[in-house]
């Protein structure tokens, strides 16, 4: 159990274009989701946490108006890079809180989808 | 904000050694998870544990909340245990996971 899948696995754009990215968890409701962005031999960098029904929460110095995110239900979650760059390529991972596990939250990380903008 | 250093931050192994990857936080933690990113990407969750051991197989994992660190312990490593182990905690009152830097494992046959 606890699968989470991103799609597509793989994207790439020209430079000013704009590129969905779907995050759902498949055999578990997702009250929360979080979006990261991995530079390569990097740890995880946090952009967003997102909330089912409501706004999302951006880190400090991530653009809201670049990364929108889209929580439309307590399975899916989007992130829209709008207007491209080739300085958003990265690989951008989301990951899920389902169940609370012995009093805590386990979170659940897609495969990630690697954006190349060109 | 919270710290989270792991160490070493590189391992090289032969293939049935046995290692020893370590999790240092700077405050007290409601959560820890370990984390293998395979060299595909994907982070496969390996443990959750904010206090006391677990073990799975090859992998056993010992948090010491009071002393504020994580060990985990690989015996008998395979070439597929090679990519960068993570750990990552989480505060009281916090959804959000922090994360250390990492260890990049490598297990040569």
């Known amino acids: 159990g606890a699968v989470v899948s991103q799609h597509p696995s793989r994207v790439i754009c020209k430079s000013g274009t704009s590129v969905k990215i779907e995050c759902r968890s498949l055999?578990?409701?997702?009250?929360?989701m979080f979006w990261y962005r991995q530079f390569p031999k990097q740890s995880l960098m946090l952009m967003a946490t997102s909330n089912e029904g409501s706004k999302a929460t951006y880190e400090q110095g991530v653009e809201k108006d670049k990364f929108l995110i889209n929580h439309a239900s307590l399975t899916l979650s989007t992130l829209t890079v709008t207007s491209a760059h080739p300085e958003d390529s990265s690989f951008y991972i989301c990951?899920?809180?389902?169940?609370?596990?012995?009093?805590?939250?386990?979170?659940?990380f897609g495969p990630g989808t690697r954006l190349t903008v060109t | 904000g919270i710290q989270v250093e792991q160490s070493p931050p590189d391992l090289i192994l032969q293939e049935g050694a046995n290692s020893t990857l370590r999790c240092n936080f700077s405050?007290?933690?409601?959560?820890l998870q370990w984390f293998h990113q395979n060299p595909w990407g994907q982070l496969i969750n390996l443990f959750y544990i904010p206090s006391g051991t677990k073990q799975n197989g090859r992998l056993s994992a010992t948090t010491v909340a009071t002393e504020r660190y994580s060990l985990l312990y690989i015996s008998s490593s395979q070439t597929t245990d090679s990519g960068v182990y993570f750990c990552?905690?989480?505060?009281?009152?916090?959804?959000?996971?922090?994360f250390g830097k990492g260890t990049k494992l490598t297990v040569n046959p």
């Open positions: 990951s899920a809180i389902g169940v609370p596990t012995s009093g805590g939250y386990e979170q659940y």
């Open positions: 990552a905690v989480l505060r009281g009152g916090s959804e959000k996971l922090v």
């Open positions: 405050d007290s933690v409601n959560n």
């Open positions: 055999d578990f409701q997702a009250t929360t």
